[in-house]
């Protein structure tokens, strides 16, 4: 039977999911510098071994509180793609909660009620433990269109 690599976290509460193969490292929560003319939940940039990547606050992205930081709190370097272009970014968890291989036959499609984050960000439902876990999309959830405020030009 064919299965799946998800890394599962928690965040306010909630668990949710991310396939393995998006996830680059963890890393404990670390200085972030902000920088002007960004969305309220893109919280600044962060040094990486070198790297100079955009750190995500996934509550504040679900349209909830920001994330209160504390010695749980990690940072997880997801890749995306842009243009063609492998891009890094960091999001906010509160606390990793498991690494496993989950059946196909325990991933379902996200149904249209009952989850507390806008559909769009869902990418399907998995079920873990007897619980339903959302997988997020990253690709909506980590959309570089939709993390910076374009300025209006005016003529």
Known sequence: MSSQQYFLFISNNDIYAIETCNVVEIVEYQQITKVPMLRSFVKGVTNIRGNIIAVIDLLERFGFEESKISEKTSLVILKIFYNEEEMHLAVIIDE????????????????????????????????????????????????????AIKAEIKG
């Open 96 to 147: 990793v909660y498991e690494v496993d291989n989950i059946k196909n036959e325990n991933i379902e499609v996200t149904p249209d009620f009952g989850i507390k984050i806008q559909q769009r960000f869902v990418k399907n439902m998995l079920q873990y433990n007897k619980e339903y876990i959302p997988i997020l999309d990253i690709n909506t959830v980590l959309s570089i269109d939709d993390l």
